[in-house]
């Protein structure tokens, strides 16, 4: 039913010559430059390499609309000069030192991969939850929303995707998530705060993940991981859950604190993406001396402190990106664009 209406939209919103509509156009757009997901290594500007699991690929063709890219946030950034306004968006002057402008880059950056790869995209505008922080509808929204997809990943408003080429089909087989995987978070930054060395732990003495980034596959397992998330504060089955209602770090310390014990107690249940992968940004360790671990946010950047980093990050994917395909046409078909004196 919800993917019929959603193909209703789309055909609703062809013009009367046929013409592509923009999301017909961007993955076409970008088709030279998207890298194959069973590729086994990937090489950024820099000329770093990464590799994939040596089990890999689990996943050799794009999923497509079978993956949901999701946002979900209490705020709507639609004042002036932002995302959601109806009027022109002015990207100089949209200013990412205040919540809204960081909300507009970070959502923009996210709806543009998944038009890229052919993935859904949804922004997720939540209510605020009553004696709960706000971050506690993660859990619920995932659970709602994985009954219509095979993955759903959510991306918090202060991280952005880097490699607008690279698909998650790929990152699957880099991070080791399979078939039978039910979700995969990054392990979170390690830091000192008011003289705790350990308060990135949880009781146990194990590095928390980190929720701001979050894959769910569609799993009868995974639902029920769900929904044991998000029941947690009732203390129904965890005694003391509650605390974290509102305690800093939430949802998050609840899932690494009783979940990722309860069921994954093999350790083949939940992936643990590596912090450098997926948390941090350029700077943050040097910047910020109680932040311990150097993890620079290689494929999805976290702006976890300076947050109005987001903007010039969207900047940096869009732009090379644009780099990529622009030098695709102009050296492949060097001998039209190029006049060579005699």
Known sequence: MFRSILDDQLSQRRGIFGKPTISESFPRLFDSIRYPASEPTYTDAFGKVFDVKEDAPWWKEPLRNEILILDIDT?????????WND???????MNAK????????????????????????????????????????KPHALFDLLH???????????????????????????????????????????????????????????????SGLV?????????????AWKECPSETRYPGCALWKKEWSHEQRAFSEYIRYDFDPEGTHIV?????????YPGLRENHPHITSNCTGQFIRHHTI????????????????MADLARKELLGNRETYKIRET
């Open 148 to 210: 219509s997809y095979k993955f759903v990943i959510f991306i918090d408003a202060d991280a952005t995707i880097q490699h607008l080429e690279v698909p998650f089909e790929w990152l699957f087989n880099r991070w080791g998530i399979t078939p039978q995987t039910s979700i995969a978070m990054p392990l979170d930054t390690r830091q000192i705060l008011n003289g705790d060395t350990h308060a990135s732990e949880d009781s146990k003495g194990r590095l928390q993940l980190n």
């Open 272 to 280: 643990e993406i590596p912090c450098n992968d997926a948390m941090g």
């Open 98 to 137: 205040e919540d809204m402008g960081m909300i507009s880059a970070s959502f923009m950056n996210h709806f543009l991969y998944a038009q890229i790869h052919g993935y859904d995209y949804r922004f997720f505008n939540a209510h605020e939850m009553q004696g709960m922080h706000n971050t506690w509808v």
């Open 215 to 227: 894959i769910a596959q569609a799993l009868p397992h995974t639902f029920e991981m769900l929904t």
């Open 75 to 83: 705020r709507i950034p639609q004042g002036r000069n932002e995302l």
């Open 87 to 93: 009027g022109r968006l002015n990207w100089a002057t």
């Open 306 to 321: 300076d947050k109005d980093m987001t903007k010039k990050s969207v900047e940096q994917g869009v732009l090379q990106a």
